[in-house]
Every structure is written in C-alpha cells, then in structure tokens.
C-alpha cells in the first residue's frame, strides 16, 4: 500500500477583521469607489438616498478622483447622496485653507452634482458653548437620514478613527476633543508648522462610526503597518480606537501591500499558510527567527526551527546547520566596502562588477541632501574610490526653507550691494515685494514667486557645498529642478513627460554604470515615490527606445551601456530595507560617520527645527547615524562582524 504524505495545510489566521490586500494604493483606491458607486445607483433605482461617512487627510484622496472620473464620464450622480464628514478641526472657520470643508470642496464636492446642502461637515467655527447643541444636532441629522450606509475611514499612526484619538470610549458620540501630539505632528506639515495645528477638533463619535451599517477603512505606506496589524490581531482596546472595529458586523480593511507588511501572513507567512520555500523565504525565515529568539544564526537549533513554526525548512535540509551556514554565508556577501565593485577581485560573489574599474556613477537624490543623508558613506567611498561620481538633485526643495532664512538671504544681498556701492534695482524691487508679502502672508500660503526662487537657491548652495565636502566638482552636480514639484504647495503634480524627459535625457548623457536612487515610499510628502516613478519611467523609455535600435539596423551601441548598468535602491531618512532584502551593505567606520555628519551639516537650511519636521523630531543626521548604526548592530545581532554603522541597498532589476 502506497501511503501519500500530505504536507500539513495550515491556513491558520491572526485577523479578526476582515482584510483586503491590493497591489497598489490606485488599485484599492478603484475598488473602493466602485462599491460606493455600486451603492449610489443601488440606492437610486430603488429611489432611496445613499448616506456616505467620509474622511479627509491623504488616504481617501484617490477614491474621490475616482468618484470624480465616474462622475464626469460614466454619468454618475449623486444628487441622490446625502454625506457626513466625521471630523474638522476647531476652531476653524469653514473657509480656512486647511479646513476639512475647504479639503471636501476641493476635492470631491466641487466636481460632483451633489446638492451642496446634502454635505455635512461639523461647523469648527462655531463658539464653544454652542458646540455641545452642534454635536448633539449632527447625531440627529445623521439619525433622521436613516443612517450612514457605508463610512469610509483613514486611521492614524497612533490608531485614531476619525479624530477619536487613544483613550475613546467605545460607545462615545460626536464631541469635542483634544488632539494627541502624533496627531498634530502628522498634520505639521498642512499648517506649515506645529504650533500652527488645531489642539481641538470636532469628531463623530466611536460608537456613531460603529452605527453604520458598512465600514471600510482604507491604509496605504509603511507608516501605517505597525498600527494596522494592532487594530487588526490585537486586542480590543481603547488605546488604539480602531481595534474597536473588530467588534462590528460588516467592516473590512482595504490596504495595499506595504501598510499589510506587518500582519502575520506577511511578516511571518510560513505561520499562517504554505509557503513556497525559495531563497528570498528561507533568508526572511531565518533572520526573523534569530532576531526573534536573539541568537546569531549559526547557533539556531534544531529545536529553535521546529519550536518556531519551521520543521517544513528544517525537514527540507536535514539540520538547522546546513541552512543556518547558507543563509549566514548569503548576508556575509552582502557587505562590501567597494559598492563600485573591487578591482582585481573576484567578484562571483560581490555585490558589484569589478569591472570596469573605473564606473560613471550617477546618483539621483529627490531632495537637495537625501544623497548625503542616505547614502554619504557610500558618496564618499565612490568617490574615494576614484569613480566619475555624478549627482542629480531632482527637486529644488524650496518649499523646506523657512521664511526667515530666506528673507535673511535677500536681506545680505541688500546689504552686500550697499557696503560695495553696487545698484541692482532689481534686488532692490524683490526685497521690498518680499518684506510686503512676509507681512501679510496666511498660514500654509503659497510664496510669490521670486521668494520661492530664493529658496531653491538657498538649497542649491548648500547641496553644492556638501558636493565639494564630499570632493565632486560642480559640473557632476545636476540640478533638474523638475516641473511636478514646482507647486509652491505641500501637495504635488504627478509625474508629467517633462519631467520623464529631464531624467531620460540625463541618464543618457551619462551613460553610467551605476545608478542610486531612493526606493522610499514612505516619505510624507510623496516626493520621493514620484522621484522614483519618473526613474522608473525614464529606464522604461530607454529600454524600448535600445529595443527598437536593436531591431531597426542592428545597432548595439545604445544596448551595451544600458545592459551593464544597475539600478541601486537605497531608503530615504525614513526607514530602512528589511534586513533579509538588503543585497548590498556598505560599512563606516566612527570616523567615516563623523564625516558624513559634517557633510549633513552643510544643509544649514534643514537643521534646528526645519519647516517640514514630518513625524520624528531628531534632526537629519541624528535620524541618519541612529539607522546607520541599527543596521550595524541587526547584521552583527546575527553573528556578523561588528562595525559602527552601515548603509544598505536594494538591487532593482528592471
Ligand atoms: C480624517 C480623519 C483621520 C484620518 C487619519 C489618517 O477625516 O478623521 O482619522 O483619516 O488621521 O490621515 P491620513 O490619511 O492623512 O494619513
């Protein structure tokens, strides 16, 4: 008798709530829209209204351009909808730039034909003793629809819903509230600075949320995936409101792949379901046991893999040795002190070619200092390392220089121009124009022109500066000063043909071996994941533009430098690459930390309390060293060798 041994099937699951993962925050987005519209016309035919709950903020931004599109080309009305928005921030009058009504008119209710007196916002304006009578009425109105159908919801870093922050009590209803320090400093940057953010807000209620009849939250980002897996495997707790969600009949989590990436099916897949045991598996499984168990790889146990949810790869090997010698061989290699590759070496198990010896390398930093902050020991080594070391500064990074530097700035050309006797009327003219609009500026509004000139200026220099610390000359820096970023605003265009084109043409130019460029999407402004796509999109085009040289007259020429060269990811000051991905590990030594300090120092714009602080208070060089050395220490937590600091990459095959 032939008996067949089944591997164990586990489908175990930790979420108590039920989750949607989509490739792409777009793709998500999409769904989303399309079951509100589902709703809306269900709703329609039976001659009923649809009462939306909406959110505000960066996370249900996409949904509403879909509602829009499907709006104006697919004939969708919503002269039949009736919506409640659950929060606005107090006190501020209904017409205020960064008023959650202001937000709503923007960016759904101007484009719609929703009737106008259909949208409820709670009123931030109103006097204080007249807020409880307020909050109290917006219960009822919602109550006298029949109630909201379907209640979209974002969630905050620190697991508000709404603005209900830690502390909500499960059944609370619309009131007033004080707003948590992480919730203010996520909103710093749409009030150009801290103290300029609400301390109070208006807020539906948990228990008003959980009185709809469908939830749907959605997350995008890294940001979000430590509170996610909280509000999603945890317990129920008030000190992250939305785990109260677990409670609720018909909710679901619409996420996309990086805020899912810290729920068990993703971080550990191996516990809820089979997995496909390839490399990439076997090192996430490994490094995650030794860090979890605190033992350097090679001293894991037979016991540690079969105790832990890993007798599949242990069954696979034989003994925790075999796999613990292969996965700490793999992370070995990793770390090279030559990210231009090693003359003369060997280099089947390097990181880098080690030919040619001599590499054009062209790294793209978003902003005027993610170069030096992100990769200044790796700057420096290719540069020491005699390498034609180019750098692009793909954005001006005006809108990151406070008012006063800059108007200081104006303030010395003046001066200069009296003390040597020199006449610039038009110095003179952009002087008076800024001193004018400095007087009167709003909170969050858009500089005039010649101020926004200025600022880009000012980082310019101090880009140029770090650039001659470093040792490149001023012709390998490359400002592209791209179009998206030139809003004058916080919020930017998308990636457009002008600035694909700028990037295409530099990289063409250069022909070069190497490519850096951060892989960041975590960057709160989005800059940096824009900064990418034009990457992206740039390769693409040259690819198909060699593909179809090839295939007209045979031309190689264009082919063979754009084949041998490799796209390098690192991370921006936000984060860092999961360990078990990191495929190139650069170390630095205390004096070569030292130096890149200094470098970072030339960004004198960006230090002591910086216009867009976003959500960690430590300047750019402390956040720099504490992850540089993080890294250091995880490689040698796993029994490799024990530096100061190192900086990683992320090898991008395209
Ligand atoms: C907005 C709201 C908040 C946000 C949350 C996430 O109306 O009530 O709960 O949904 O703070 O904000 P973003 O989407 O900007 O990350």
New binding site residues.
């Given amino acids: 008798m032939v008996t067949q041994i089944l591997a164990p099937l586990k489908l175990v699951s930790f979420e108590k709530i039920d989750t949607t993962i989509y490739a792409t925050a777009e793709g998500a987005c999409n769904a989303t829209a399309a079951e509100i519209a589902a709703l809306i016309k269900h709703k329609q035919r039976n001659g009923q209204i649809a009462v939306l709950g909406?959110?505000?903020?960066?996370?249900?931004k996409k949904v509403y351009e879909a509602l829009i599109r499907m709006h104006q080309h697919d004939g969708l009305s919503f002269k039949n909808v009736v919506t409640f928005?659950?929060?606005e921030y107090y006190s501020l009058q209904p017409d205020a730039i960064q008023s959650?009504r202001h937000f709503m008119e923007e960016n759904l209710f101007n484009h719609i034909d929703i009737e106008k007196e259909n949208c409820f916002v709670p009123h931030g304006g109103i006097p204080q003793e007249m807020v409880k009578m307020h909050c109290q009425d917006y219960e009822k109105r919602i109550e006298e629809f029949g109630g909201i159908d379907f209640q979209l919801?974002?969630?905050?870093?620190n697991g508000?819903?709404?603005?209900?922050e830690p502390g909500s009590h499960v059944s609370s209803a619309t009131r007033l509230i004080t707003l948590d320090h992480l919730?203010r400093f996520?909103?710093a940057y749409e009030f150009g600075s801290l103290t300029n953010v609400p301390r109070k807000a208006i807020?539906m209620g948990v228990g008003t949320i959980l009185k709809a009849k469908r939830i749907v939250l959605?997350?995008?980002g890294e940001?979000?995936a430590n509170i996610i897996q909280q509000a999603v495997e945890g317990p129920v707790t008030e000190f992250v409101p939305a785990s109260y969600l677990q409670g609720h009949h018909n909710v679901e989590f619409i996420l996309d792949e990086s805020a899912a990436n810290a729920l068990t099916r993703k971080k550990t897949p191996w516990l809820t379901d089979d997995v496909l045991w390839n490399n990439g598996m076997i090192k996430k499984a490994v490094t995650h046991l030794a860090l979890t168990l605190n033992k350097p790889i090679l001293k894991l146990t037979n016991d540690d893999y079969n105790q832990n949810g890993l007798s599949d790869l242990l069954a696979l090997y034989g003994q925790a040795y075999d796999i613990n010698i292969e996965v700490f061989n793999q992370l070995q290699r990793t770390i090279t002190g030559w990210p231009g590759g090693k003359p003369n070496a060997d280099d089947t198990f390097r990181p880098e070619r080690a030919t040619p010896e001599k590499k054009r390398v062209l790294i793209f930093s978003p902003h005027p200092d993610d170069d030096i902050i992100s990769m200044g020991g790796t700057f420096q080594r290719l540069v020491d390392q005699g390498h034609e070391v180019h750098v692009a500064y793909q954005t001006s990074g005006n809108i990151a220089v406070a008012d006063d530097e800059a108007f200081r700035f104006i303030d010395f050309i003046k001066d200069y121009n009296q003390q040597f006797g020199i006449s610039n009327a038009a110095a003179d003219k952009m002087y008076a124009e800024a001193l004018a609009f400095l007087k009167i500026k709003k909170n969050g509004e858009k500089d005039i022109e010649a101020l926004r000139l200025v600022k880009g200026i000012i980082r310019r220099g101090e880009a140029k500066n770090t650039c001659r610390f470093v040792g490149i000359s001023d012709c390998n820096a490359h400002f592209l000063n791209l179009p998206f970023y030139e809003t004058g605003l916080v919020e930017k265009n998308p990636i457009g043909d002008a600035d694909v084109n700028i990037i295409t043409n530099l990289i063409e130019q250069i022909q070069p071996h190497q490519i850096y460029a951060a892989g960041d999407l975590a960057d709160p402004h989005g800059t940096h994941k824009v900064c990418l796509d034009g990457i992206f999109e740039a390769m693409k085009r040259l690819k198909a533009e060699s593909l179809k040289l090839k295939a007209e007259s045979s031309e190689l020429k264009a082919e063979s430098w754009l084949s041998d060269c490799w796209l390098w990811l690192y991370k921006g000051a936000w984060a860092e690459w999961d360990i078990d991905l990191i495929e190139m590990a650069v170390p630095m030594s205390p004096d070569q930390v030292l130096k890149k300090r200094n470098g970072i120092f030339k960004h004198q714009s960006q230090k002591d309390g910086v216009v867009f602080q976003g959500t960690d208070s430590r300047e750019f060089w402390q956040r720099a060293e504490d992850r540089n050395s993080a890294t250091a220490a995880l490689y040698n937590k796993l029994g490799l060798a024990e530096y100061a600091a190192m900086e990683a990459f992320v090898r991008w095959r395209y």
């Fill in positions: 909406l959110a505000t903020g960066s996370t249900p928005n659950l929060d959650y919801l974002g969630i905050g870093r508000h819903i709404g603005f209900n919730t996520d909103a807020t959605l997350a995008w940001r979000k």
